[in-house]
């Protein structure tokens, strides 16, 4: 299995938008072992984590490299910057954090075991969303295994 890692300076995302996501592809299903999210604006921002079931309309692809080995396998599962004019079907994983009010502000979600599993259907995947309030923007990044 090889490991990825992807990142995103964001926009503001909104409660149906995602800020972040890492989607799968129909042969391959990513384990997520990691999600970073840090503040770039002196203002609050609760963000959460959910399963998206329904493709919406993803911003740019980040590139993605391979931490283990540069000459090893190109990843399949793509990381996309802030959802722009239709949000996907979401699914509250429980997963909460707030930023505080400082630039640099940051938290990051880790994972055991077999990580957060990405079914291998096209448009699924896991985001960052904004819990409530408004967005603001972050940088964000995943590390996966594929």
Excluded at 4 to 16: D, E, I, K, N, Q
Excluded at 34 to 45: F, K, L, P
Excluded at 49 to 69: E, F, H, K, N
Excluded at 116 to 138: D, H, K, R, W, Y
Aim: with cysteine; proline share 5%.
């Amino acid at each position: 299995m090889a490991r990825f890692a992807a990142g995103v300076l964001t926009t503001a995302g909104s409660t149906t938008l995602p800020i972040f996501a890492l989607t799968g592809g129909t042969t391959v299903r990513p384990h997520i072992v990691e999600i970073g999210v840090s503040n770039t604006t002196a203002t609050a921002v609760a963000l959460k984590l959910a399963r998206i079931t329904t493709a919406g309309t993803p911003g740019s692809t980040a590139t993605s490299s391979q931490v283990t080995d540069p000459e090893g396998p190109v990843s399949i599962a793509l990381a996309k910057g802030t959802y722009t004019s239709t949000g996907p079907t979401l699914v509250d994983l429980g997963y909460r954090c707030v930023l505080g009010a400082a630039i640099g502000s940051a938290f990051i979600w880790t994972f055991g075991g077999a990580g957060l599993v990405i079914p291998a259907t096209s448009g699924f995947g896991i985001g960052i969303v904004v819990e409530n309030g408004t967005g603001q923007a972050c940088q964000a990044y995943a590390v996966w295994d594929e």
